[in-house]
């Protein structure tokens, strides 16, 4: 148990759904970030927001529209998505976006399968 | 963030100890090196980290060597639960941003 949860576990959608996917941190930070993880393939960062701005955007299509109401929560809007998005989508947090410690490093939830048919 | 290369897999008997290499001979004096493991279809989980002393916790232990240029993870009793992907990473803590995953060591434990 990491302090970050993540829901739904498993997602299977049809392209033209529009479904959410929510992340819960409850550590206290700052820093919540989505990786993408395909088959196979290293972690892929998304995006990252620091106390609900988003700061990073590493070229997501728009059919992935993240949203941060607060610093404790943190979603992902999906919408018309392609088979190839299927993959394991991981929430990490962590205290600060530019830690001031060594110690202060990113804590990942379970993450979400997502199957796209 | 220094280049570190890990072997694609490993075997370890369970009981035994798991030692685990990593190479980053580039890496300056502010890096610090991090690992973490992916349990199958599961998040990573941090394990421990360094800069240049010999770290231990509950988890494990972590040998860095005196030029830096490599590191050992050592799990000392590895049990079947420890199968996973561990991930060796370089990176100056305070310069944030992501955290870049390679592709790690697959260890199987076996009975």
């Known amino acids: 148990e990491t302090g970050v949860t993540q829901t739904p576990r498993h997602l299977v959608m049809g392209m033209t759904n529009k479904k959410s996917l929510k992340c819960e941190q409850h550590l206290g930070h700052n820093a919540m970030y989505w990786y993408k993880q395909s088959a196979k393939k290293p972690l892929e960062l998304m995006f990252v927001?620091?106390?609900?701005?988003?700061?990073e955007n590493n070229s997501v299509p728009s059919r992935f529209s993240p949203e941060c109401p607060n610093s404790s929560h943190l979603f992902l809007h999906l919408h018309t998505l392609q088979p190839e998005d299927s993959a394991l989508y991981l929430c990490?947090?962590?205290?600060?976006?530019?830690?001031?410690?060594?110690?202060?490093?990113?804590?990942f939830g379970p993450g979400t399968r997502l199957t796209v048919l | 963030d220094a280049k570190t290369t890990q072997p694609t897999s490993m075997d370890c008997a369970e009981g035994r100890a798991a030692n685990l290499p990593c190479n980053h001979s580039t890496i300056s004096g502010n890096e610090y090196v991090y690992w973490y493991r992916q349990i199958h279809s599961q998040g990573p989980q941090y394990i421990i980290h360094g800069l240049k002393n010999n770290e231990t916790n509950e988890m494990a232990s972590l040998i860095i060597t005196e030029d830096r240029k490599s590191s050992t993870l050592i799990l000392p009793h590895a049990t079947l639960r420890d199968t996973a992907v561990y991930y060796c990473?370089?990176?100056?803590?305070?310069?944030?941003?992501?955290?870049?995953f390679g592709q790690g060591t697959e260890l199987s434990v076996k009975p």
């Open positions: 990490a947090s962590s205290q600060d976006v530019r830690p001031q410690t060594s110690t202060d490093t990113q804590y």
């Open positions: 990473i370089v990176r100056v803590y305070n310069q944030g941003g992501k955290l870049i």
């Open positions: 927001y620091s106390l609900e701005e988003r700061v």
